[in-house]
């Protein structure tokens, strides 16, 4: 079993920076999908980014502006989200999510292929 616990969501003013953390426990493989996703009220899940091995993955609303990594000297396998220059669309619920199953870029953008999922952190951008 695997449990995800995010942190660092938070009020924010438009043009501010973020950093959400995703702690991974119980099976700590390596081999493991990490992603991002991201629900604002009365819309659909979205896709942030991901991490599969070395590759990064982004949404393309992301433009530059959010970056992915793993926190690969840690045994707490820690996931990271750098968001900066947030805007007020940004607003949502951020949740990380995984998976040990070895999925296709098509696939790894879909929220239904994840296995594991945090009990996510909201994100506000206002000023």
């Known amino acids: 079993q695997v449990q995800l616990a995010e942190s660092g969501g938070g009020l924010v003013q438009p043009g501010g920076s973020l950093r959400l953390s995703c702690e991974r426990s119980g099976r700590t493989s390596s081999t493991y999908i990490m992603s991002w996703f991201r629900q604002a009220p009365g819309s659909e899940r979205e896709f942030v980014a991901g991490l599969r091995g070395g590759m990064t993955y982004y949404g393309t609303f992301v433009k530059g502006r959010f970056t992915i990594s793993r926190d690969s000297a840690s045994a707490k396998n820690t996931v990271f989200l750098q968001m900066n220059n947030l805007k007020p669309e940004d607003t949502a619920v951020y949740y990380c999510?995984?998976?040990?199953?070895?999925?296709?870029?098509?696939?790894?953008?879909?929220?239904?292929?994840?296995?594991?999922w945090g009990q996510g952190t909201q994100v506000t951008v206002s000023s």
């Open positions: 999510a995984a998976t040990p199953r070895s999925l296709i870029l098509s696939t790894l953008r879909v929220g239904n292929n994840y296995e594991y």
